[in-house]
């Protein structure tokens, strides 16, 4: 009954409330960031549940990464009273994980499978193909983006390689990353018992970050989805940032065709950022201002030019002191906010974005020299994987009861392991590899599940959103947060667009410009109230010391919408710490 439920939709204004109740048939929801999109989606689930009576088990929403996931779970827990039942709130791989461990012995898979990681794969295909361990890396990444846009080889060599990784996992029950939708297609395309029985699942379908779905994934949801579908792709193009990883924004217009009868809307209010950083966004993408800025103009953005990668990271780490503790005067206004205008910043309302995870030693330095605590999203291929791997094999020989026992010191021993390198992105991990192992101690998981959960891990996992701490992110890893306070360091041309060093890493086409530019667009639309662009006018770049032009991007935003800083030079150099990118 309605009744009762009346705030449900209450939060939304009228045009979120519309998208989250029309569940009548396919919907795209096409917005731009701070739209309220993924507002939109988790109201949506708990208008289904609620006030359409649907069981929760029908609902599925698919999300980007493991932790969004989580959050979304949260939220709707709040929203669902206990009782209701519990929605499939997957990512695309804990969805394809689920769906083998169900049907995949039917198949011809073994039911004691596992997941390999990539340096296992690695060694099996080198002496497979008799190739380096460095060439059946690059070999495997080809592989993998094969098996993502279902694309036929190009060469005999990669053809090769398809056929070995396939053949190697066979022989020991491991399937990869990839395989984890791959499978599950090739499955219901060749068992119409299987697909019937599937679609009958879920009647209802949910999408977040649509423009970021590949052709295989995009692939399973056509056969998940029950005829009289209502599925909701959510996203937005001018974000799609993947690319090089296979995905494929196509899939927007696709759905219009594939489903029919799907309606198009638009969500057109901006509730995140201030007017000044929605404007310098909307330039820099090129794509006009939304309808409706919800929020006042407040300061322009900041452009400072320190002179090196030592100097920009410091006044990264002494401006973020000066904002400590201050008051957050620019977020009045912002709809929403707790207190308007009257908390006090603290350190998770800082973060700082980059493009390469190499541009994180010096922030690093700079923040520990200031005292400022930070969280590090790891990069790929996720340090933590190997190190629990590692933790694991080891303990599968023991007891039950050994495991436990001995559990805590194996932490203490792999702490040991990680303190030289006094790393953030260490220290990160491990805290992760003990909440997992921990639970392995406590028993509410398993170690297959904890292996599982492992290898479903991606760059933005290794990220504890309720640390009270700076973030350190790649512009990637940062995809739908926000902050009120963001930097986004190396403007220049060369990081922000990243230039390829080698042929041999140098994506093909003209399209990866574009996914650059998209990407800074990502970064900017983070921010709530202050936004601060950084640049060195020299840096230690491909073994040199270099002066990188600033950013082309920068000339695309309104002059009075960037105060530039331009800080004098730095003197006497010789005895300080170098930094190296690539
Ligand atoms: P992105 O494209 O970056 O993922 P999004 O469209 O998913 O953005 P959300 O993260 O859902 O946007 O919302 C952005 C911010 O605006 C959040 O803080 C959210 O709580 C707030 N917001 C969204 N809709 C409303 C609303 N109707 N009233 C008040 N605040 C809102
Ligand atoms: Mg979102």
């Known amino acids: 009954a309605p009744s009762g439920h009346a705030g449900l939709l209450a939060g939304l204004d009228a045009d979120q409330a519309h998208a989250a109740a029309k569940v009548d048939g396919p919907l795209i929801v096409a917005a731009g960031p701070g739209s309220g999109k993924t507002r939109m989606l988790t109201h949506r689930l708990a208008h289904l549940i609620l006030e359409c009576g649907e069981p929760a088990e029908a609902c599925l929403a698919i999300t980007f990464t493991r932790r969004t996931a989580e959050e979304l779970r949260e939220r709707l827990a709040t929203l ?13 791989h804990s969805l394809g994980l689920a769906f083998l461990h169900a049907e ?25 193909l008799d190739v380096s361990h460095a060439r059946a890396m690059r070999l495997l990444k080809t592989v993998s983006l094969l098996k993502r846009t279902g694309a036929p080889p190009a060469d005999e060599e990669s053809a090769a390689a398809l056929a070995a990784s396939r053949r190697l996992g066979q022989a020991g029950k491991w399937v990869d990353f990839d395989d984890l939708v ?78 029919p009868g799907a309606r198009t809307l638009r969500l057109g209010r901006n509730y995140r950022s201030t007017g000044c950083i ?24 900041t452009l400072h030019a320190a002179a090196d990668e030592r100097a920009e990271a410091e006044f990264v780490a002494t401006t973020i002191e000066s904002l400590l503790g201050g008051h957050d005067m620019l977020a009045a206004g ?17 973060a700082v974005l980059y493009r390469t995870d190499a541009q994180a030693a010096a922030l690093r330095d700079a923040l520990d020299r200031a005292g400022i605590p930070y969280k590090k999203s790891s990069p790929a291929p996720i340090a933590g994987q190997p190190l629990v791997a590692a933790l694991l094999d080891a303990l599968a020989r023991q007891s039950a009861e050994r495991r436990a026992t001995a559990l805590p010191a194996r932490i203490v021993a792999a702490a040991e392991q990680l303190r030289p390198e006094q ?28 292996r599982e959960q492992v290898a479903l891990s991606t760059e933005a996992d290794f990220w504890d959103a309720r640390a009270d701490r700076v973030s350190l992110l790649t512009m990637h890893a940062a995809k739908g947060l926000e902050f009120p306070v963001v930097f986004v360091v190396g403007v220049e041309d060369g990081l922000t667009p990243f230039s390829w060093g080698t042929a041999d890493a140098a994506p093909a086409d003209e399209g990866a410009a574009g996914e650059e530019r998209r990407l800074f667009y990502v970064a900017l639309t983070r921010a709530r109230d202050r936004l601060f662009l950084t640049r060195a006018r020299e840096r230690a770049w491909r073994g040199q010391r270099r002066a990188l032009p600033p950013s082309p991007f920068l000339r695309d935003i309104a002059p009075e919408l960037l105060r530039v800083q331009d800080a004098p030079p730095r003197k006497a150099r010789a005895e300080q710490q170098q930094y190296s990118l690539f």
């Not at 970050?209 to 295989?216: I, M, S």
């Not at 929605?278 to 953005?301: F, N």
């Not at 912002?334 to 800082?350: I, N, T, V």
């Open 423 to 450: 790393n953030a992105a260490g220290q990160a991990t491990l805290a992760e590899a003990r909440n997992w192992l921990g639970a392995l101690a406590t028993g509410t998981a398993d170690e297959t599940q904890l």
């Open 182 to 259: 791959v499978l599950p297609v090739e499955i219901l395309e060749s068992a119409p018992a299987v697909a019937a029985r599937w679609r009958q699942r879920f009647r209802h379908i949910c999408i977040d970050e649509f423009q970021d779905v590949d052709a295989r994934q995009y692939r399973l949801l056509q056969l998940l989805s029950p005829s009289a579908a209502s599925i909701c792709a959510i996203g937005d193009p001018n974000q799609a940032i993947y690319g090089f990883r296979g995905a494929d924004a196509a899939c927007f217009a696709r759905f219009g065709q594939d489903f």
């Open 334 to 350: 912002r709809k929403g906010a707790a207190h308007d205008g009257d908390r006090p910043l603290g350190f998770a309302d800082f």
């Open 104 to 128: 995949g012995p039917a198949a011809g898979l073994t039911a004691d499978f596992r997941i390999a990681d990539e340096r296992e794969r690695a060694t099996a295909l080198a002496a497979d």
């Open 278 to 301: 929605v404007s310098a966004a909307a330039q820099v993408i090129g794509d006009g201002t939304p309808d409706d800025i919800t929020r006042p103009m407040r300061e322009p953005l």
């Open 80 to 92: 669902i009273p206990a009782g209701a039942g519990e929605c499939a709130i997957h990512t695309f």
